[in-house]
Nanobody, 124 residues
């Protein structure tokens, strides 16, 4: 079992930055592929970024490429999402997810564990 707790969300002006954190419990965190997803009101959950267990593979949605960066520290059981140049359309609840495989994935049903989410609001 893996439990995930996100933090770092908040209200920021367009052009600003936020850094989301996801703290994971579980001895085998280092063997999990990790991802970030988001869900805006009235919209489906969408993929944002993912990182492999060895953090040698990262993948980003086109909408955030060049602005967001995913990273992890297996010793700290933590994964981060650095979000720069934020836009109002980035407003959503952001979820951390873990999958019991070392590779990355972009489909939400490929993930086994989810956090409770953290709200990110970008004002124009």
């Amino acid at each position: 079992q893996v439990q995930l707790v996100e933090s770092g969300g908040g209200l920021v002006q367009a052009g600003g930055s936020l850094r989301l954190s996801c703290a994971a419990s579980g001895r085998t965190f280092s063997r999990y592929g990790m991802g970030w997803f988001r869900q805006a009101p009235g919209k489906e959950r969408e993929f944002v970024a993912a990182i492999s267990w060895s953090h040698d593979s990262m993948y980003y949605a086109d909408s955030v490429k060049g602005r967001f960066s995913i990273s992890r520290d297996n010793a700290k059981n933590t994964v981060w999402l650095q979000m720069n140049s934020l836009k109002p359309e980035d407003t959503a609840v952001y979820y951390c997810a873990a999958r019991d495989k070392i590779t990355i994935a972009t489909m939400s049903d490929s993930y086994d564990y989810w956090g409770q989410g953290t709200q990110v609001t970008v004002s124009s």
